[in-house]
């Protein structure tokens, strides 16, 4: 059971095979990203390509038509040398037009592709938390990096090398009928019987290709799990059992692209086979016209270059049609991305955050997650600007939930919170989140120097201004302690930092900010004892001046809050100084006793 139970504990459900028809429109909306380059980029290649185009289809009838059946024929030898000399140089034009055609078409493709990636990236940036709740760090990776990198053919190769084989084909029929009519349908008559086939592997191929995603996106949220959980999996021995779950994440990508690669792999032999059948019918259909003297062997020598030319163009469509099955299965989720709309979007023309003083108001407020359970239900508080104020309880009674709301990571279910009296739904929300700062218990630092994570919190601060902030938040003496002070490089997550170091940190980039509210979300609840009395000193500072919401865990760091409100399971249920909490000898007075018995015990 517990082994059924872990190979689905890294699927997600956004991550499946979509069963949707091509969607043309979907196509035209994935080529709108060609449009910036439509008068640059894209007229040079196609001018390119119309000149490799036109030599290509000419120097048959050079060959065929005037060397065999005039020059050589007529023994027109000066002819013949001219012939020469001109088929040498337009092979030679046809070399520089290629070159340049491949080159620019390189280009517009990564342009394509970076334009493509970046949108999709500034979009994710603006979405809710309620996204990122339901989607791993793993599954987003892949679709801004696999699924965008998957279309780089298509635009690189496919757009216009599809046109350029489109007209030699246009060009290769018209030329054919106009020398043989005849001929031409004899030769071409296996066309409708491969494009019966292959249409019947498109729908295959397409699934396939989904599917490849769909475990693509799996390997990746595993492998982003594993290596960020690698200390707990290491700490509870599982490093078997993580080996065997990620040994067959392996295993069914591997057996996807397998599949996938298995049916791409069909179209070419069937190309192949049309192509050998074309040229059977060519010599005994051509020598059955050349010996009845209905065309001449020129023009079988120009038939016979045609047809070769013929089925390079059909199997690199087939092979366009393969890459648009693949761009198609990545744009349904790159799409599926770009049309999530933030669940709490920011108001158009919203109130802006001038002069705020920091009053907060709870009016009746409900929310929940999920739908079912509630996780605030309709409690009510006014928060005067300047004050402080605690929020605790035991775990799930929905102090976060409060300070998420003030942040407006999420909409209230029911009810209003108001920011000076406004609603904060009419608020402009990047001004209303630029005035809460938050420090929460898992402080994240970024790959960079110090210097650069302080600035985080105020990117035009200078660097005086970045170490006033650290030496009033008293991080300034281990900072200077570092082998290149301000200037040392952290590595992700900040591994090189203890806890402690990591969250004054954290403290200096919220002062930095200068925020009007300030929010600390059990943000000294990993700090030893030492460091937590060097950051009491400094939250003093840091506190005066604001409207404070703090949710602690050791209730001793909050015995001089203006108000402490005591939650349990989405209510309020006790409100008031430490004092008068301590005296009413309720639920409050039994968290400190519980703590002051635990620490008791501990010594």
């Known amino acids: 059971m517990k082994s059924e139970m872990g190979k689905e504990r890294f699927f997600y459900p956004e991550d499946r095979v979509i069963e949707k028809p091509f969607n043309w429109k979907q196509l035209l909306r994935l080529f709108n990203y060609l449009g910036p380059y439509v008068k640059t980029l894209i007229p040079k290649a196609v001018a390119a390509m119309v000149v490799t185009t036109v030599i290509r289809l000419i120097i048959p009838i050079i060959i065929g038509v005037y060397a065999f059946d005039q020059a050589i024929d007529g023994k027109n030898y000066n002819m013949l040398y001219w012939l020469v000399a001109i088929t040498a140089l337009l092979y030679g034009l046809s070399f520089v037009s290629n070159w340049y055609r491949i080159r620019t078409t390189n280009q517009l493709g990564q342009y394509v592709i970076h334009d493509l990636r970046e949108s999709l990236f500034n979009h994710i940036q603006y979405l809710s938390h309620r996204f990122f709740d339901s989607r791993s760090a793993g599954s987003i990776l892949v679709r801004i990096i696999n699924d965008v990198n998957s279309m780089q053919d298509l635009f690189t190769n496919g757009v216009i090398n599809t046109l350029m084989d489109i007209v030699t084909l246009i060009g290769i029929f018209v030329i054919l009928f106009v020398l043989s009519p005849p001929l031409a349908i004899a030769v071409l008559i296996v066309i409708p019987l491969m494009f019966f086939i292959s249409t019947k592997l498109r729908r295959s191929i397409r699934r396939a290709w989904q599917k490849v995603r769909m475990k693509m996106s799996k390997l990746n949220s595993h492998l982003n799990e594993s290596i960020q959980g690698i200390r707990v999996t290491q700490s509870f021995t599982q490093e078997e059992e993580n080996r065997?779950?990620?040994?067959?994440?392996?295993?069914?990508?591997?057996?996807?692209?397998?599949?996938?690669?298995?049916?791409?792999?069909?179209?070419?032999?069937f190309v192949d086979l049309s192509n050998a059948v074309g040229s059977a019918i060519l010599i005994w259909f051509g020598s059955f016209l050349i010996h009845q003297n209905s065309i001449e062997i020129g023009t079988f020598v120009s038939f016979a270059f045609y047809l070769g030319m013929f089925w390079g163009p059909i199997s690199r469509l087939g092979q366009v049609y393969n890459q648009l099955l693949v761009a198609m299965a990545s744009s349904e989720r790159i799409f599926e991305f770009?049309?999530?709309?933030?669940?709490?979007?920011?108001?158009?023309d919203g109130t802006s955050m001038k002069n705020v003083r920091?009053?907060?108001?709870?009016?009746?407020?409900?929310?929940?997650?999920?739908?079912?359970?509630?996780?605030?239900?309709?409690?009510?508080?006014?928060?005067?600007?300047?004050?402080?104020?605690?929020?605790?309880?035991?775990?799930?009674?929905?102090?976060?939930?409060?300070?998420?709301?003030?942040?407006?990571?999420?909409?209230?279910?029911?009810?209003?919170?108001?920011?000076?009296?406004?609603?904060?739904?009419?608020?402009?929300?990047?001004?209303?989140?630029?005035?809460?700062?938050?420090?929460?218990?898992?402080?994240?630092?970024?790959s960079g120097t110090i210097m650069d994570n302080i600035r985080f919190g105020n990117p035009d601060a200078t660097d005086a201004e970045v170490i006033q902030a650290a030496k009033a938040i008293g991080s300034d003496t281990f900072i200077q302690s570092l082998p290149n002070g301000y200037l040392t490089e952290v590595e992700e997550r900040g591994n090189i930092l203890s806890v402690g170091e990591r969250q004054l940190i954290s403290f200096a980039r919220a002062l930095l900010s200068d925020p009007k509210i300030l929010i600390l979300d059990e943000a000294t609840a990993s700090i030893d004892t030492e460091t937590e009395a060097v950051i009491q000193t400094a939250l003093k500072q840091l506190l005066r001046g604001r409207t404070s919401i703090i949710i602690a865990h050791r209730?001793?760091?909050?015995?001089?809050?203006?108000?402490?409100?005591?939650?349990?399971?989405?209510?309020?249920?006790?409100?008031?100084?430490?004092?008068?909490?301590?005296?009413?000898?309720?639920?409050?007075?039994d968290l400190v006793l519980s703590q002051y018995n635990a620490l008791d015990g501990v010594s």
């Open 358 to 446: 920091g009053t907060i108001d709870f009016d009746h407020v409900e929310f929940s997650y999920t739908g079912k359970r509630k996780a605030l239900k309709g409690i009510s508080f006014h928060i005067p600007a300047g004050e402080t104020w605690a929020l605790v309880g035991h775990t799930g009674s929905g102090k976060t939930t409060i300070a998420n709301l003030i942040s407006r990571f999420y909409d209230v279910t029911a009810g209003t919170v108001r920011f000076d009296g406004i609603d904060v739904r009419d608020l402009d929300l990047r001004e209303l989140r630029a005035s809460v700062g938050t420090v929460i218990q898992e402080t994240y630092v970024f």
């Open 555 to 589: 209730l001793s760091t909050i015995r001089d809050a203006d108000q402490i409100v005591v939650l349990n399971e989405g209510d309020i249920v006790e409100k008031g100084t430490h004092q008068q909490l301590m005296e009413l000898q309720g639920r409050y007075f």
């Open 244 to 269: 065997a779950y990620f040994n067959g994440v392996n295993t069914e990508n591997f057996l996807a692209w397998k599949e996938a690669s298995r049916k791409n792999a069909m179209f070419r032999p």
């Open 338 to 348: 770009l049309d999530e709309q933030p669940s709490v979007p920011n108001k158009k």
